[in-house]
Antibody, heavy 117, light 107 residues
């Protein structure tokens, strides 16, 4: 069974970086698919943030392009989100997910991140 | 970016009723549309992809239709376990974008 699990701090200070890890079991992230980060804001708006493909290429939402980085550790079957210079507007529930070509068939349970001093 | 306008924002229906949720794209998305169900405290679950293909394991009372810029999700014979939020997502073009969601409640 494919499972994705997000982990990381639930509270980040404004202007700092948000870093999250997605651990994948049941499927090797280099075997196929795009491995995405998606967030849901308070008020329920959803935003696709970007992905790292099975080959290691990345694609980011232009609205975040200057602040976002998605990387991976293939030895641990994990991929990561880093979002720099966060503000309170980055407060959201962050999901990692498996997608192709945008169809998201597996989601993590989500991790709530609050940006606050 | 392609804007996805979803309606209604909330919906109240009775058990056994048929409900329809709509999504309108700001441009033609050539059936690059998925529907998801999300229950409180849970992660979203894929229901429909390619506008009208039922995902594995999804009950057949769920169906999707549409083309061009107009798409809909229909739930036949509403069950209590269908109480959830539903949202659409286009994946025809980057960045992928989502509808604002529809909260479905029992009347």
């Amino acid at each position: 069974e494919i499972q994705l699990q997000e982990s990381g701090p639930g509270l980040v200070k404004p202007s700092q970086s948000l870093s999250l890890t997605c651990s994948v079991t049941g499927y090797t992230i280099t075997s196929g698919y795009d491995w995405s980060w998606i967030r849901k804001f308070p008020g329920n708006k959803m935003e696709w943030m970007g992905y790292i493909s099975y080959s290691g290429s990345t694609n980011y939402n232009p609205s975040l392009k200057s602040r976002i980085s998605i990387t991976r550790d293939t030895s641990k079957n994990q991929f990561f989100l880093q979002l720099n210079s966060v503000t309170t507007e980055d407060t959201a529930t962050y999901y990692c997910a498996r997608c192709y070509p945008g169809i998201t068939d597996y989601w993590g349970q989500g991790v709530m991140v609050t940006v606050s001093s | 970016d392609i804007q996805m306008t979803q309606s209604p924002a909330s919906l109240s229906a009775s058990l056994g009723e048929t409900v329809t949720i709509e999504c309108r794209a700001s441009e033609d998305i050539y059936n690059g549309l998925a529907w998801y169900q999300q229950k409180p405290g849970k992660s979203p679950q894929l229901l429909i992809y390619n506008a009208n293909s039922l995902h594995t394991g999804v009950p057949s009372r769920f169906s999707g239709s549409g083309s061009g810029t107009q798409y809909s999700l229909k739930i036949n014979s509403l069950q209590s376990e269908d109480v959830a939020s539903y949202f659409c997502q286009q994946y025809y073009d980057y960045p992928y974008t989502f509808g604002a969601g529809t909260k479905l409640e029992l009347k």
